[in-house]
């Protein structure tokens, strides 16, 4: 595996999932085309290369660096990639001197390698680097942004105030993230949510409601499922295995006949497939796209 080129920098990160998850190391990226090389390295080298694969980085980080515009031009097809060192750590080092590690190796390989698409020939951290004014504004403004957190049942009645998420969410049964996830979407306005067990409607808001504001969102959700009300999937969902062979049912019409071939939850299956990890247990990988 180390210094093997892979091909496709997606099948093969997929290939290499178990062996790279939360593995350190240093990585090279490689343009089939023209041969051009980048060097890069991580404590967590499966996360850091799927970076790479997520085309919303790709376009925002397009004019700030040449190797995720190289990408975007030559498509993943044309990139391959090789994992030139494994690193390990000492549990005992600070997150910082871990990363000072990681950078002496990946600067090994910088001077050694002299690659093309590295804009700054000095490895770097983002650790302890100041940050920049627009940076700082934002920040400045999400200070400024309440972290309390108002609760009311479905028909406005006060339920409960605090400023733990965590807390909250306990208290109604109701996942934390999609809280915040809901809130966020819309802009922190209030969120009919419904509780795990499909029981209960809650109206979260990160202000306090008075009885009219009250009044006129219970009229504007009237007849309207709540916010994380679950949707029959009907997509396809691919499955492949580790290696990249599909499976042989493979693609299946939708999540409940996956369901039923592996005996899994609905919830573990759009969970695996969203991130395209491998389910170990079956050591598998499910994909609502084609890989």
Not at 25 to 32: D, E, F, H, P, S
Not at 99 to 111: A, G, M, S, T
Not at 116 to 136: M, V
Request: glycine content about 4%; overall charge positive.
């Amino acid at each position: 595996m180390k210094n093997k080129l892979y091909k496709n920098l997606r099948t093969g990160r997929l290939q290499l999932a178990v062996q790279l998850k939360t593995k350190a190391g240093v990585y090279q990226l490689i343009n089939l085309i023209n041969k051009k090389i980048y060097i890069g390295s991580s404590n967590d080298l499966y996360r850091r290369l799927g970076n790479y694969l997520q085309f919303s980085n790709l376009k925002r980080e397009q004019n700030r660096s040449k190797i995720t515009k190289a990408i975007l031009k030559y498509g993943y097809d044309n990139f391959g990639f090789k994992i030139l060192e494994f690193i390990e750590l000492n549990p005992n080092l600070t997150k910082i001197e871990k990363r000072k590690v990681i950078l002496d190796r990946e600067q090994h390989y910088l001077n050694t390698l002299k690659p093309e698409y590295n804009i700054n020939k000095q490895a770097e951290s983002r650790l302890g680097i100041p940050h920049t004014l627009k940076t700082k504004k934002l920040m400045v403004l999400n200070s400024k942004v309440s972290k309390k957190i108002f609760v009311y049942n479905e028909d406005g009645v006060f339920f409960y105030e605090s400023s733990s998420i965590s807390l909250i969410a306990g208290l109604i049964n109701i996942n934390r993230l999609i809280i915040t996830r809901k809130l966020k979407k819309y802009k922190s306005k209030p969120v009919l949510l419904l509780n795990r067990d499909n029981t209960k409607k809650y109206i979260i808001s990160y202000t306090s409601l008075n009885e009219s504001e009250l009044s006129k969102f219970i009229l504007s959700v009237k007849n309207k499922l709540p916010h994380n009300t679950k949707q029959p999937h009907s997509k396809k969902v691919y499955v492949y295995y580790l290696d990249g062979k599909p499976y042989n049912l493979s693609p299946f019409a939708n999540l409940a006949k996956v369901t039923k071939e592996f005996k899994m939850a609905e919830a573990t299956i759009n969970k695996y497939a969203k991130l395209r990890t491998p389910y170990k247990k079956f050591n598998l990988i499910f994909s609502f796209t084609p890989i």
